[in-house]
């Protein structure tokens, strides 16, 4: 994948250690190198992982290009368009496989900034989970239209309300995971996609006791491409947190308990 650019001195981030972005893509041909080259910059120490889905606007190709003028470039080719939460589960597993001890999870985008990637980062040092939030204090969201903001402040709130966990951006993609936090969730099991991937997510982690924070982000809405959020991707995600309140609250009568499963959350 080409030679390493400098040394490997200063690989990683302090106090969290080997880190990789992992950026999904299909069809981001626009966006590839603008986001690569803003994740060097914002965070030269970590390595990037684009997992493409044989996008057949060459996304692939770019990244191989970026990949071989960057020795801290990856590229993961999938066969086809197989969804955000397979392709996280890949770059999970090729993390895992090489060493890393975190992963990050990325727009494509830019929706998500690089430049937050450093305060993401740091929160890690004390946490397992770290979720980049558009909903706690400090947060910006920008241009983005009335109906999403919508869909984004119910869908959490809902969240909140059925599965019981204390996170305002339960739904957030910007994340940065521990793989010992990984290692104790069953990733096998997951099988969503978009929102409800990272709900799922959330749920899994919380569930298994780990340290979540909530980073406050500045997220906008794209400037170049298509969103990939469709009506399908939002149906999945209401059916699934609905039966997954309902499967936390039957597991909690049987156990004669009040409430959803224990776990830790911890605020900034």
């Known amino acids: 994948?080409?030679?390493?650019?400098?040394?490997?001195?200063?690989?990683?981030?302090p106090g969290v250690?080997?880190?990789?972005?992992?950026?999904?893509?299909?069809?981001e041909a626009d966006n590839v190198a603008r986001i690569v080259a803003r994740v060097r910059r914002a965070a030269p120490g970590v390595e990037i992982l684009v997992a493409d889905d044989n996008s057949p606007d060459g996304t692939g190709a770019l990244a191989e290009a970026l990949a071989g003028a960057d020795g801290r470039v990856h590229v993961l080719h999938r066969e086809g368009k197989?969804?955000?939460g397979a392709a996280y589960l890949a770059g999970f597993a090729w993390a895992r496989e090489r060493g890393f001890d975190a992963v990050v999870e990325m727009d494509a985008d830019g929706s998500h900034a690089?430049?937050?990637?450093?305060?993401?980062?740091?929160a890690a040092r004390d946490a397992d989970v770290v979720i980049g939030s558009?909903?706690?204090r400090g947060a910006r969201v920008l241009n983005w239209p009335l109906r999403r903001l919508l869909l984004s402040r119910c869908g959490n709130l809902y969240t909140r309300l059925a599965l019981g966990m204390p996170l305002s951006d339960a739904t957030g993609g910007y994340r940065v995971y521990r793989l010992a936090a990984l290692d104790c969730i069953d990733l096998e099991s997951v099988c969503s996609q978009g929102y409800s991937f990272q709900v799922e997510l959330s749920r899994l982690a919380h569930r298994s006791g780990a340290r979540i924070v909530e980073v406050p982000?500045?997220?906008a809405e794209r400037e170049r491409g298509s969103s990939k959020m469709s009506p399908l991707i939002v149906a999945e995600a209401l059916w699934r947190i609905t039966a997954w309140g309902v499967q936390d609250r039957r597991l909690a009568l049987r156990r004669g308990l009040h409430g959803t499963a224990s776990g830790q959350v911890r605020w900034p």
């Open 1 to 13: 994948m080409g030679e390493a650019s400098g040394t490997r001195a200063d690989t990683g981030a």
């Open 17 to 27: 250690g080997r880190v990789l972005v992992v950026i999904p893509t299909y069809n």
């Open 82 to 84: 197989q969804g955000l």
């Open 114 to 122: 690089p430049e937050d990637l450093p305060a993401l980062l740091s």
């Open 134 to 136: 558009r909903w706690t």
């Open 217 to 219: 982000i500045t997220f």
